[in-house]
């Protein structure tokens, strides 16, 4: 979801034709979740739309996205529509030190995003 408001709704955003695209498709994949619509990794998409952004301003523009209202929920935000168990492992993981496969920046900043969950 991240990467479909970066793409095609953040108005201080101009994005790649072939990231854009590819936000279309995985916008048409969620809504119609038929895996014939997959679009494939986010992988390469995501790091071209926050290219160039800094780690502070990265952190601001996430923790400004979770905190935006989910579209067609009442009284929900992003921070809050984690699924719990899949936060509950990520905790249990960080409390008995096992390794993360992401480097020390990403690490740091899923710390400070979880905590805030």
């Given at each position: 979801?991240?990467?479909?408001?970066?793409?095609?709704?953040?108005?201080?955003?101009?994005?790649?034709?072939?990231?854009?695209?590819?936000?279309?498709?995985?916008?048409?994949?969620?809504?119609?979740k038929d895996p014939n619509d997959s679009p494939?990794?986010?992988?390469?998409?995501?790091?071209?739309?926050?290219?160039?952004?800094?780690?502070?301003?990265?952190?601001?523009?996430?923790?400004?996205?979770?905190?935006?209202?989910?579209?067609?929920?009442?009284?929900?935000?992003?921070?809050?529509?984690?699924?719990?168990?899949?936060?509950?492992?990520?905790?249990?993981?960080?409390?008995?030190?096992?390794?993360?496969?992401?480097?020390?920046?990403?690490?740091?900043?899923?710390?400070?995003?979880?905590?805030?969950?």
């Amino acid at each position: 979801m991240l990467l479909i408001q970066r793409t095609l709704h953040d108005t201080d955003y101009r994005a790649s034709e072939a990231d854009r695209q590819f936000a279309i498709g995985l916008e048409r994949f969620l809504q119609s979740k038929d895996p014939n619509d997959s679009p494939g990794s986010t992988t390469p998409h995501l790091a071209a739309v926050f290219s160039g952004m800094g780690e502070q301003e990265y952190e601001s523009y996430v923790r400004n996205f979770i905190e935006t209202p989910v579209e067609g929920l009442n009284n929900l935000k992003w921070s809050e529509a984690f699924y719990l168990p899949m936060v509950e492992v990520i905790r249990y993981l960080q409390s008995n030190q096992y390794a993360e496969l992401h480097g020390e920046r990403e690490q740091a900043q899923k710390r400070g995003i979880l905590s805030s969950v």
